[in-house]
C-alpha cells in the first residue's frame, strides 16, 4: 500500500521534478504577463507618437518599429540582453559606482516588451486611425479634457478595434518567450530540458513542455474571447 | 566594427574554414523548408477542407499541435528529444539522421511551416468564389481539373501576401538554429562576440544581414505579386514603397 501510494505520487511529481516544471510554469506565465502588460503601455504610445503631428516624433516612432520588425526576435534579445549589460557596466565603472547586474528575468521582459511595443503600435495606431473624428470633437465640444476624451471616448473603442491583433500579437508572445531560455532564464523550457538530462527522459520531459505551452495558448484564447465580449457590449453584431 | 569585418566577413557571407556558414547556411534552410513545406502544405490543405470530419480533424490536430506550441521546442524535440529514444539510436539510419543538427533543423522547421501554410491556404480554399466552381462543373470539368485550373490558382493568387509574411517570420525564426550547432548568421555572430568581445558590433552585423535579407524578400515578393494579380483590381497605389513595407508587416502571424 505504502509502495503503491508513492509510486502514485512519483508520478504525479514526474519523478521529482513536477515542481521545477511548475515552477518553470510560473516563471514563463509571469514573463509574458508583464511583457505584455509594459508592451501595451509602449505600443500605445509609439502609436500616439505616430499620429501625432509633430515630424520628428513620428520620425522616431516610425524608425523604430521598422527596424524591430525587420530584426529577428533573437538578434534583438541577444543584442539588447549582452549590449546593454556591457554599457551599464561600463557605465557604473565609469561613474564609479558598484556593478549593477541585469538579471535574465528583467532583461527578458524589457526586451520583450520592446520588441512587441513595436507590434502593438501597428495595432493601435490602426485602431485609432478607425475612430470617427466627429467623436473627439463631440469630446471636445462636451467640456471633455484631452486626457478625460482619451480615458472615456478613445480608449474603448481602441481597445475593442484592436482585440484581434491583440491576440494574435499575444500568442507569439507566448511563444516568444521560449527563447529567453537562451539568454539563461529558468523558464519551463529549461526546467523541463534539465528534468529530461537528468532523468534521461528527454523527450517525455520535452513533450509535457509542449503540453503546457498548448493549454496555455488555448487558455488565453478563451480569455480573449471573453474580452472580447467584454469590450463588445453596446455594439451591435450582424449575424 | 571595421576589423571585425575584416577577419569575419567571409564566415557570415558563406564559408567559416570548414563548412558552409552564415547568410548561405540561412537561406539554404529558408528556401529548403518553404519549398518543402508550401508542397505538403497543398494536399493538407485539401485534407483540412474535407468533408470527412476525421480527416479535417486530424490535419487540424497536426496544425493546432504546430502551430500553439514554440518552434524553439519543436526544434528540441527534433534534435535532442527524439534522439534520446532507444529505438532511434538503435536503428542506423534514423540514427544517423537525428544525429545530424543540420536535418533535425531541416525537418523541424518545413513541419513547421507546413502547418501554418496549410491552415493559411486551407482558409483561401474556402473563400474561392462558389460560382467559379459551378461553373467549372457546369462546364463538365472533372474534380481534378477543377483543382488544377479553378481552384488553386485563384486561392493561390489570393494568398501571395501571407505567403510572403510567413516567409519572413520564417527567416526571423531560422536564428534558432544555431542552438542544433547550425552554423548561421547568427552562430557566426555568437563566435566572433566569444573571440573578440565585441558584443554589440558582432550580433549588429548580424542584425542588419538579417534587415537587409528582410527587405530583399519582400522586395521580391511584391514583384511577384504584382506579376501574377495585374488582372485584379487593386486600390491606387499613393504610399511610398518604404511606407507599405511598414504596413505590411504589421501583422505578425496570424492565428
Known sequence: MQDLFSKALSLVDLGGYGHLILQGTWMTVKLSLLSFALAMIIGVGTALMKSSRSMPLNACATLYTTLIRGVPDLVLMLLIFYGVQNWVGQLTVALGLPFIYIDPFSAGVITLAFIYGAYFSETFRGALQSIPEGQKEAATAYGLSKGQSFRYVVFPQMMRFSLPGLSNVWQVIIKATALISIIGLDDLISAVVNAGKSTNQVFFFLIIAAGIFLIYSMLSNIAFALLKKHFQIGVKEAN | ?255
Open chain 2, 1 to 255: 566594427m571595421f576589423e571585425l569585418l575584416e577577419t569575419y566577413w567571409k564566415p557570415f557571407l558563406y564559408f567559416d574554414g570548414y563548412s558552409y556558414s552564415g547568410v548561405a547556411v540561412t537561406l539554404w534552410l529558408l528556401i529548403f523548408s518553404v519549398i518543402v513545406g508550401f508542397a505538403l502544405s497543398i494536399p493538407l490543405a485539401v485534407a483540412r477542407n474535407s468533408k470527412y470530419k476525421l480527416i479535417s480533424w486530424s490535419v487540424g490536430l497536426f496544425t493546432t499541435v504546430f502551430r500553439g506550441t514554440p518552434l524553439y521546442l519543436q526544434l528540441l524535440i527534433c534534435y535532442s528529444g527524439i534522439y534520446s529514444l532507444t529505438f532511434v539510436q538503435d536503428q542506423p539510419f534514423l540514427n544517423s539522421f537525428f544525429r545530424n543538427g543540420m536535418s533535425c533543423t531541416l525537418l523541424a522547421f518545413t513541419l513547421n511551416t507546413c502547418a501554418y501554410m496549410c491552415e493559411m491556404f486551407a482558409g483561401a480554399l474556402k473563400n474561392v468564389n462558389a460560382g467559379e466552381i459551378e461553373a467549372a462543373k457546369a462546364f463538365g470539368m472533372s474534380r481534378f481539373k477543377t483543382y488544377r485550373y479553378i481552384i488553386f490558382p485563384a486561392a493561390l493568387k489570393q494568398s501571395i501576401p501571407q505567403y510572403s509574411n510567413e516567409v519572413i517570420i520564417l527567416l526571423h525564426s531560422t536564428t534558432i538554429a544555431f542552438t542544433a550547432t547550425v552554423p548561421d548568421i547568427l552562430k557566426i555572430a555568437r563566435d566572433a562576440n566569444s573571440a573578440t568581445y565585441m558584443t554589440f558590433q558582432s550580433f549588429g552585423i548580424a542584425a542588419i544581414l538579417y534587415l537587409m535579407l528582410s527587405f530583399i524578400l519582400f522586395y521580391l515578393f511584391r514583384r511577384f505579386e504584382r506579376y501574377y494579380t495585374a488582372h485584379l483590381p487593386r486600390p491606387p497605389v499613393t504610399k511610398s514603397r518604404l511606407s507599405t513595407y511598414f504596413s505590411f508587416l504589421n501583422k505578425k502571424r496570424t492565428q
